[in-house]
């Protein structure tokens, strides 16, 4: 069955590194997206992505966070500068379509650590 | 901003008998529902969704009621099975795509 792969699962930076995680969305998807939970929180919505654009952020996603989707198959998050208020799970989601019924498909998650 | 809440963290329930998971929102603007279930060390699984237009929807063990009056859902599964025990998710979505998630209710099954 496919699936949302992320990469790296867990990454340890110091605070002020620039740290980019990695997502490959299911092949014929076409919609992206990062969501993030801090440990012992609900999950929050980033970012959505489609035909290489940023569709909406969150007021979380801020001048240090940018997306891209370089090369047809990878979906990264860049996080310039990290803060150790970004200590959370990042979730990489994709979905075929346009549909209104909300499924995501979610990544397992890629846990960042700032000390 | 708490748009959706889940006001149970959690919930413990015999193996066989039904359990009832809730939810509530406060912004009538909501289009769908969804409940997800998270496993450890994985990411939320979609479960279940309800159309704003509709007050029921089922599949299999799980069964979702929304009460838009009293902009209230509930995730009823029966019968609960081991296999159960997760956290679920209530999230909702809008004008935008975006999901907006629930606390979360960490439910047991045991037997």
């Known amino acids: 069955e496919p699936e949302v792969t992320q990469t790296p699962s867990h990454q340890v930076t110091q605070m002020g590194q620039e740290v980019i995680l990695r997502c490959v969305p299911i092949?014929?998807?076409?919609?992206f997206y990062w969501y993030r939970q801090i440990l012992g929180q609900k999950v929050e919505f980033l970012v959505s992505?489609?035909?290489?654009?940023?569709?909406?952020k969150s007021e979380i996603f801020d001048d240090q966070f940018s997306v891209e989707r370089p090369d047809g198959s990878n979906f990264t998050l860049k996080i310039r500068s990290t803060k150790l208020e970004d200590s959370a799970m990042y979730f990489c989601?994709?979905?075929?379509?346009?549909?209104?019924?909300?499924?995501?498909?979610f990544g397992e998650g890629s846990r960042l650590t700032v000390l | 901003d708490q748009q959706v809440k889940q006001n149970s963290p959690s919930l413990s329930v015999q193996e066989g008998r039904i359990s009832i998971l809730n939810c509530d929102y406060t912004?009538?603007?909501?289009?769908?529902f969804l409940w997800y279930k998270k496993y450890p060390a994985e990411g939320p699984t979609f479960l279940i969704s309800?159309?704003?237009?509709?007050d029921k929807n089922e599949d299999g063990r799980f069964t979702v009621f929304l009460n838009k009056s009293a902009k209230h859902l509930s995730l009823h599964i029966v019968p609960s099975q081991p296999g159960d025990s997760a956290v679920y998710f209530c999230?909702?979505?809008?004008?935008?795509?975006?999901?907006?998630f629930g606390t979360g209710t960490r439910l047991q099954v045991f037997p």
């Open positions: 989601a994709s979905k075929p379509g346009q549909t209104f019924t909300g499924e995501l498909f």
């Open positions: 092949s014929n998807h076409l919609y």
């Open positions: 992505f489609y035909n290489n654009e940023i569709s909406e």
């Open positions: 912004n009538s603007m909501f289009d769908y």
């Open positions: 309800i159309s704003s237009i509709k």
């Open positions: 999230a909702a979505s809008g004008d935008t795509d975006k999901l907006i």
